[in-house]
């Protein structure tokens, strides 16, 4: 008899493939109905951007279908966002805090930053970028805004909302080409001051840009914030390699999971097809493995990328098929399938 414990039953045989248990005991399962021999329910991702949704969708479906008497399965694909060790600030909720740093300048960290938010957004989380580089704010050229609203919000101060997903940076606060020439002390105010005097509401993914290196700002952050894990960004190049060694060992003695390496200007595509390697090949792959990290991906040396940093629109907001938006999307979901899975085994530890 079809009842809506046979399909419970049979649904705990389909596994989460990131998390490694089945999709019942994830409470992943939701509003099951049965209608003689139809069946319908819904699945609670735990992340908009899960990169196997299709696979979890047909297992359940083929599951249902060769272990119980149901003849069509109707599922409705749904996410929440889920941290037990999310933090509140005030009224400001953070998920997911991703850091994203490097070990040196220069090697695209925040195109990174923007194109992986703007990414998580698009797939329909609340996400936050906040740019902390402090003495070298891109955010807001690279998102085509100056300034922050004029209007207060319940006594914080508004951030911008820009492409669906709400933007800091110092550079809205001081004059064009300031440059800001400040101790230690005066960088961890600012960070403190960005995180709990502004109104960010409710936020899946907080999207941290990073100065280049090993830090003050790093050091403040990461006792300001728990922080879900960071994602260190890097050239093929050996010098680049060798100074984003030190910014993940940085990380693990701060005990911040990194959640794995982009490389970034990995090749150029040439007009034939073939990939030109400009600045080497592998050496992120490379350093992921040596630190027993994740790869999460590389990134073409595009010149629309630069040419969207520069005039306001970021590549990922791109059609799909093109090559630098689709890279950008693939680790944005690489990114956020880490980021649960580093929260379920939080969870497990208690």
Known sequence: MLTDQTVLNALRNVMDP?????????????DVKVDGDQVSFTIELTTPSCPLKSKIENDARQAVLSMTEAKEVD????????NPKAVTIDKNQFKHVIAVGSGKGGVGKSTVSVNLALALARDGAKVGLLDADIYGPNIPRMLGIDRLPDKESEGKIPVADVFGMKVLSIGFLVQNGQPLIW????????????ITDFDWGELDYFVVDLPPGTG????????????TGAVIVTTPQQVAIDDASRAVAMFEKLEVPVLGIVENMSYLLMPDGSKLAVFGTGGGEHLAFRTGTTFLGRIPLDPEIGQGGDTGSPVVLMPDGNPSAEAFREIACRVAAEASIKAHEREALG
């Open 18 to 30: 990131d998390l490694h248990q089945d999709l019942v005991s994830l409470d992943m399962i939701k």
């Open 183 to 194: 101790r230690g002390p005066m960088l961890h105010s600012a960070i403190q001051q960005f």
């Open 75 to 82: 599922i409705n694909m749904s996410a929440r966002v889920r």
């Open 216 to 227: 003050d700002v790093q050091l403040s952050l990461s006792q300001t914030l728990p922080l």
